[in-house]
């Protein structure tokens, strides 16, 4: 990482994180991101188990950092992240980040995703896990989705399927996100190939 990520670039992030029956895992997710300074649109996505409760219990420990969004059913994390992406324009925030809140996600890797942003080289960041880390099946599947989004969409990606991506402000509102489910991560990188959006890769933890 070049850019030393500052208190004022955290302030200007916002993290976005859609739960869905997240009760068991969310907490040290959430909990981590705030201790690092950052602040989350978190958007329960009609979870049929107490993860509203348990994001309201570290949203007492950190009301300044966390604020939630519930969707009354089910849309999927599609959905669950367009509305975060929408929700989080009332911050007028520089820098937008999305995350998985099942714990597969680092805080610790959060620095150096918003760095090429901050920095100035790239308007949108995709964190690659090493393929090679990920389980057989997984990896094998990644490795397809890979193939067809070159195929597709003429993007070379080590990671399409990916939930761990970053964009400006200026490039979230060039870019429309229609996917209801997992197909969010190939429409990402469809929308900032279509708009021209510069982006980097970062390899991340998984």
């Known amino acids: 990482m070049e ?10 992030t916002f993290v976005v994180l859609p739960a869905y029956n997240e009760a068991t895992r969310i907490q040290p997710v959430i909990e ?9 649109v978190i958007v329960n996505d009609g979870s049929s188990d107490n993860t509203l409760d348990v994001i ?31 929700a989080v324009l009332k911050f ?12 597969q996600h680092s805080a610790d890797d959060l620095d150096a995703v918003i760095e090429p942003l901050v920095a ?14 990920m389980p057989k099946s997984r ?3 990644n490795s397809i989705m890979n ?16 939930g761990f991506r970053a964009i400006t402000i ?10 209801q489910g997992y197909l969010i991560s190939l429409e990402f990188i469809r929308e900032i190939n279509d708009n021209n959006i510069p982006f980097e890769e970062v390899p991340i933890q998984t």
């Open 3 to 12: 850019y030393k990520i500052t208190k004022e670039d955290k302030d200007a």
């Open 32 to 40: 981590a991101i705030a201790e690092k300074g950052y602040n989350m």
């Open 56 to 86: 309201l219990e570290s949203k007492r420990k950190y009301p300044d950092r966390i604020h939630l969004y519930s969707l009354i059913i089910n849309r999927g994390v599609g959905v669950a992240t367009s509305t975060g992406f929408e």
């Open 92 to 103: 007028n925030p520089k820098y937008i980040v999305s995350m998985d809140s099942d714990g």
């Open 120 to 133: 100035g080289r790239a308007e949108a960041v995709i964190g690659a896990r090493p393929l090679e880390d």
């Open 139 to 141: 990896n094998i599947a």
């Open 147 to 162: 193939l067809l989004t070159r195929i597709f969409y003429d993007v070379d990606v080590s990671d399409s399927q990916t």
């Open 170 to 179: 200026d490039a979230l509102n060039k870019i429309t996100i229609n996917a």
